[in-house]
């Protein structure tokens, strides 16, 4: 026991000295269709019918909930599950709606054809559902239905901690370790100056 708890000490040191990023496989989650941040210490997996949220703090894996094959998943403005149901439609002329997405009963409907691709609080951006047409992307408003064009949303943007998928499948947690630390240290600071002026 005292010694795995060295041996991470030890690790941890070398990271610090090296700056080496630290790589950290998560168990039983492969090939996700979706990866959503809930916060700093927790990642949604949508694998299949399942969503699984990881505590990275605790290394802990649980089912948290199911989805059907046409839903989309996406965190409400507490950062709860949200599911939106997503129907595709035959048209014969562009008055007629291509698409709907249902969220907490409430309808939403769009002639261009679009599936999402993010959704949080009131906003889902969506992008265009066929692969083989011209790509657009659109922000929709939950509460207004309003639909408007946006230039390609930034994806990928590799933050302090991020999540990667290799070519197997086999999904990884990648941190900078030098960067938490300092991070940490800024919270632990601002942690003891707000008891301070108590």
Known sequence: MLTSRLLIVISLVAELIS????RELIPNISSPQQVIWKDMDHVIFVKDADIFEFDIIEKTL???GT???NEFVGLDGNGEIVLCGIEHFMINSMDEFSTVFTIDGKELKFFPTIRPIYLKGDIIIAMT???F???HYYEISISSG???EIEKPLVNVKKML???EDIYGNVYLIYD?????LYSIHILKHQLDLISQL
Do not use: C, S, V, W
Request: without cysteine; neutral net charge.
């Open 62 to 64: 649980e089912n948290i």
């Open 129 to 131: 559902a066929m692969d």
């Open 162 to 164: 991020y999540i990667e």
């Open 19 to 22: 700056g080496q990023l630290h």
């Open 177 to 181: 370790t030098r960067k938490l630390f």
């Open 146 to 148: 309003e639909l408007k």
């Open 133 to 135: 047409l011209e790509q």
């Open 67 to 69: 989805r059907k094959p």
